[in-house]
């Protein structure tokens, strides 16, 4: 079966290649004078409109033509603002054949720009304007699909898009925020026929007034520009599938809804399903709870209160046997008036998940005993169950002064079940582990921007956050059996003062109460066109209050409070920061160069176990930039800053946690933050000429005083708490990446590397830890406008891990093959094949993969589109992960959901 498929998609590959035959047409466009044009645009139509291809001319005025048809007649028109267009056309061509044009000078301007809006390609300033029909064949269902087929942009596995190998920071649509400007939601969610034109806008900063005093060249968000007909006008989908898998019915319900005019917009999105499909993951929940940085630059120092993740379990839908998700959002906008707009969204989401895990774990040894062994299977139950709240205002009273307000509410409702079972040298130990939090969190920010003058810019960040969490544990356990009298034991040696009991059933309670005040005032004085100054001043102060109890329900039903001095915490923590900054950017020929420094002053007090104990110190932290632009999308960028991070009270609390059913952690109170140097190399070039994309770079860190664990570890048990480490950590990171256009194919090649060393104290000795990691990736895809068309990816990962005790080496391949048949006006037939195989140390292997199908049905012109479509059609039941730690190595087996067979049908609304 997998041979006949692979046979089945190369040949469609081959057939591409055989359609890709073609002639082009190449020369130079010049002015009057003679001086070659950059940026002008060349098209080439077939006598019936029909787009044959276009071109942009480089710095050397040089164009060419791909993939046109041989025996056929081409109108080309050559424009460029402000000169008179040019219109030739070439009859019958047989060959490939050179034309020169030279341009001159236009009366009429608008004719001009009313030609660049027509151009599959146009640049204005900073901004790219591609027209989105120019690259696209109709089969296309969502902005994700239409930006892949767009020169030098990617969209990868998480919604996450790059353009010239830089990331997308926002995604406008008409020029308004959509969900925060969030890619994912963007990509998976608007639909490819509402997209006109997708502006690329390099060098961003939504705040107009600070555009070009930072360092926004590497800055971009892409703009959405509709089609005449969704403009004031509701559109949208909905979409219902039905189907069977895995003895149940299987089922979607997923309607969409948006509306966009001048001063509103709307935009509707839901999805209920238990076909697998996460309408909303953890990496977009941390997306939009996370922090979330200012427009000015950053202080350099940074102390995280754990308030992002808010709870949510964290799983990936490949890795799981059941899955089903509720997903509901709202985000909407109104311009008032001319200064006040509003702005907000509302996101539900529950998510009910299956588990189960079969795994094998190697902890280290040591010198007199080897490491012990524990095979574990995990069956686990969770929900997670979500809801955040934004609301934000803009005013505008005049183009000098701007004010924005913006609050959010997120709430969590989180709780799994796990059966689980431990298997340690012949001997079986039932363990039911309970976790359930319900954090709440509002965060509000306002900030201020105010344009004295031409020569002097003034703005004012704050940021208020207030959380609660309240994570709790519960751990029921059979005794432990000692090795050599053959008797139970208590857990962890009776180190927790258990009362004897079988089984034994432990509970954590936690308490996390905190408060974060941000506040900075930053100053620009523009010396000239060239350099200004910034001049800024900051504080962040956090408090936290941090309660935690151990407990025991024996098996009468009577509670056993575990009273020990060191078995509770009842901690108050105050951390206060306060800074002053000073940067210099100046530009000197074609360099930007950006040096600056950044003083801090620090105090950590807190208060536990009848102590109060405070550090106090000061830090400096350099920074410096240096841009090399050799040509406008061709750019060398060096970057050096040193920060510093800092733990919140969990970190510093005392009193032993109940971690897990085989780990306890104590805090320590004088650790201090963590200094981090980080150096890196970045080169991009994309040219348009030929749709060349090169990006590569590397990265060195050197952390000093990281913060690492003192591990006493014992069999599978350990007790831990945290130093600041004698050791430096470093990181060292290497990558390539090569893409270029060959008529309608797009081929790349990458390269990765990294080293890392980490440090622990495990059993009281040091221990270094080293990963090298180096990974090859070949890929090709193709963008005919009939036919078949192909996307196929190699990738080989190359790992060695050394802990220090073990040292384990693991190949991973992956193989790619997409395929997808436009039939006829009627039929499209979409195919998606993955294939994995993986070896490691100690004749560990295993291969698997996933077969998708999809047959879609749909009527030129109609509204009704139907769908035939087969997951897992292999019917794959596992996957495999493995992972080398610093105190044991594992593997791990996750069942999968099995093939799901259903019938969809959507409507356009």
Not at 200 to 219: A, F, H, I, S, T
Not at 608 to 630: K, S, Y
Not at 669 to 677: H, R, V
Not at 892 to 898: A, L, N, R
Request: proline content about 2%.
């Amino acid at each position: 079966m997998k041979n006949k498929l692979l046979l089945v998609l190369l040949s469609c590959f081959i057939i591409s290649l055989a359609n890709a035959q073609s002639v082009k047409i190449s020369g130079v466009v010049v002015d009057s004078t003679g001086t070659p044009l950059q940026m002008a645009n060349v098209i080439a139509y077939q006598q019936d409109k029909n787009l044959g291809a276009f071109g942009i001319t480089n710095d050397a005025g040089k164009y060419q033509l791909l993939n046109l048809k041989k025996d056929s007649t081409y109108v080309v028109k050559v424009s460029f603002l402000g000169l008179k267009t040019m219109v030739d056309t070439i009859k019958n061509i047989q060959d490939n054949s050179i034309k020169n044009y030279l341009m001159l000078e236009d009366q009429n301007m608008l004719d001009a720009v009313n030609i660049v809006y027509d151009m599959p390609v146009s640049i204005r300033g900073d901004t790219i304007i591609y027209n989105a029909d120019s690259f696209t064949n109709g089969t296309e269902r969502k902005l994700g699909d239409v930006l892949d087929k767009l020169p030098g942009m990617e969209v990868n596995e998480d919604g996450d898009i790059q353009v010239e190998g830089k990331t997308v920071e926002r995604v406008l649509v008409d020029g308004k925020e959509f969900f925060e400007g969030d890619s994912r939601l963007a990509t998976k969610n608007i639909p490819a026929d509402a997209i006109d034109k997708v502006e690329v806008l390099k060098n961003y900063n939504n705040v107009g007034q600070l555009k070009g005093l930072g360092n926004d060249e590497d800055r971009i968000a892409i703009n959405i520009r509709l089609k005449k007909g969704k403009k004031n006008f509701w559109f949208g989908e909905v979409t219902g599938s039905l189907g069977q898998g895995d003895a149940a019915v299987r089922y979607q319900a997923k309607p969409k809804a948006f509306y966009y005019s001048p001063d509103v917009s709307i935009n509707i999105l839901t999805d209920f399903n238990n076909l697998g499909i996460q309408s909303f993951t953890f990496a977009d929940y941390r997306r939009f709870v996370g922090f979330k940085s200012g427009n000015t630059r950053s202080s350099g120092s940074s102390i995280d209160i754990g308030t992002g993740a808010g709870g949510l379990l964290n799983l990936q839908a490949n890795r799981a046997k059941e899955l089903e998700s509720k997903f509901g959002a709202f985000n909407g906008s109104w311009r008032a008036s001319k200064k006040l707009s509003f702005d907000g969204f509302a996101i539900f989401s529950s998510v009910d998940t299956d588990q189960e895990t079969i795994a094998s774990r190697t902890f280290i040894g040591t010198s007199l005993e080897p490491g012990a062994v524990e095979n574990t299977e995990d069956r686990s139950t969770q929900r997670n169950q979500i809801g955040i709240f934004k609301l934000g205002a803009d005013y505008n009273p005049n183009a000098d002064f701007s004010l924005e307000y913006n609050g959010q509410v997120n709430l969590s409702d989180v709780s799994q079940f796990n059966d689980f079972t431990s298997e340690q040298e012949g001997i079986v130990r039932d363990i039911d582990q309970n976790e359930s939090q319900k954090p709440i969190t509002l965060d509000q920010s306002v900030n201020a921007y105010y344009t004295q003058s031409e020569k002097n810019i003034f703005a004012f960040e704050g940021r208020y956050v207030d959380a609660e969490e309240d994570p709790f544990y519960n751990a029921i356990i059979d005794p432990e059996i000692d090795p050599i009298t053959d008797l139970p034991t208590r857990p962890f040696n009776g180190r927790l003062g258990l009362d004897e009991e079988d089984p034994y059933n432990i509970n954590q309670q936690n308490l996390v109460q905190s408060t974060k005040l941000d506040a900075k005032a930053d100053y620009w004085r523009v010396l000239n066109k060239k350099s200004n100054i910034n001049v800024t001043v900051g504080t962040s102060f956090v408090n936290q209050d941090y309660n935690t109890n151990i407990f025991q329900i024996r098996n009468d039903g009577s509670r056993n409070d575990l009273t020990g001095a060191d078995l509770g915490n009842d901690v108050h923590y105050k951390f206060r920061d306060v800074y002053g900054a000073v940067h210099y950017k100046f530009i000197t020929g074609k360099f930007t160069i950006t040096p600056g420094a950044t003083a801090h002053s620090y105090t950590i007090k807190d208060r536990q176990l009848g102590d109060t104990n405070e550090l106090n110190f000061e830090e400096i932290l350099p920074d410096f930039n240096v841009r090399f632009a050799l040509r406008s999308s061709e750019n060398i960028n060096f970057d050096y800053r040193r920060t510093i991070s800092f733990s919140d009270v969990e970190n510093y609390a005392l009193g032993t946690v109940f971690n897990n059913y085989n780990s306890l952690f104590n805090g320590n109170n004088q650790l201090s933050g963590t200094t981090n140097d980080r150096y890196s190399l970045n080169y991009f070039n994309f040219n348009m000429f030929n749709y060349t994309n090169i990006n590569a770079g590397v990265v060195y860190s050197r952390q000093t005083d990281a913060i690492q664990s003192n591990i006493d570890l014992r069999s599978i048990n350990q007790e831990s708490d945290l130093i600041n480490s004698p050791f430096a950590n470093q990181t060292a990171t290497g990558f390539g990446r090569f893409s270029r256009e060959f008529g309608k194919i797009r081929a790349s090649v990458n390269a990765n590397l990294n080293w890392s060393t980490f440090n622990n104290v495990i059993n009281g000795d040091a221990t270094e830890s080293e990963n090298i990691t180096h990974s090859y990736g070949v890929s090709a895809r193709s963008n005919y406008q009939d036919g078949v068309n192909f996307d196929v990816g190699y990738n080989v990962s190359f790992n060695n891990s050394d802990n220090g005790k073990q040292v384990n080496d693991a190949t991973t391949q992956t193989i790619t093959l997409n395929a997808d048949w436009q039939i006829n006006t009627y039929w499209f037939l979409d195919v998606d094949y993955d294939l994995n195989l993986f070896k490691a140390t100690g004749g560990v292997s295993n291969n698997y993969d996933f077969l998708e199908a999809a047959l879609f049905y749909n009527k030129p012109d109609s509204k009704w589109e139907y769908k035939l479509a087969a997951t897992n059609l292999l019917n794959t039941e596992a996957l495999n992960r493995n992972s080398f730690g610093q105190i044991a190595t594992s593997t791990s087996f996750y069942t999968v959901q099995p093939r799901y067979v259903y019938l969809q049908v959507r409507y356009d609304l």
